[in-house]
């Protein structure tokens, strides 16, 4: 039941945030970046959610464990530093990784849900 509650928040949180960033890169709803920070929060934290209860559903992979805590961390992590790194003409770089990682988290928590439904 975690993992159900933890993945509608991963999709609906996830999908927001993705949604806001593209605005962002457009050029709207720039008034919205702290909504846009805290749906990344809530994607990370279903994400460590998920994979949590998915070790003691599934006995998952400590790796894949390792993985999804790491990507989150450096998922939160580049979204709070990101106006300050490699500012200037390259900071498009900074958004597409940014960008990335987003996406590898939305994935990771995808593929944890789907892992606790395998009977080991």
Do not use: D
């Not at 509650?5 to 919205?32: D, H, K, P, T």
């Not at 500012?87 to 590898?104: D, K, T």
Request: with cysteine.
């Amino acid at each position: 039941m975690v993992i159900r509650y933890a993945s509608a928040i991963l999709n609906i949180a996830g999908g927001a945030a993705l949604l806001l960033g593209l605005l962002f890169w457009s050029g709207v709803a720039l008034q919205l970046v702290s909504l846009h920070m805290l749906l990344g929060l809530l994607t990370v934290a279903a994400l460590w959610v998920i994979v949590a209860a998915q070790m003691r559903v599934a006995a998952g992979s400590s790796l894949f464990t390792l993985c999804a805590l790491i990507v989150g961390a450096l998922t939160i992590f580049l979204g709070l530093r990101q106006t300050t790194l490699l500012v200037g003409p390259s900071h498009w770089i900074i958004q597409v990784v940014h960008l990335l990682l987003g996406i590898l988290t939305i994935g990771l928590g995808h593929m944890a849900k789907a892992k606790s439904k395998v009977k080991t």
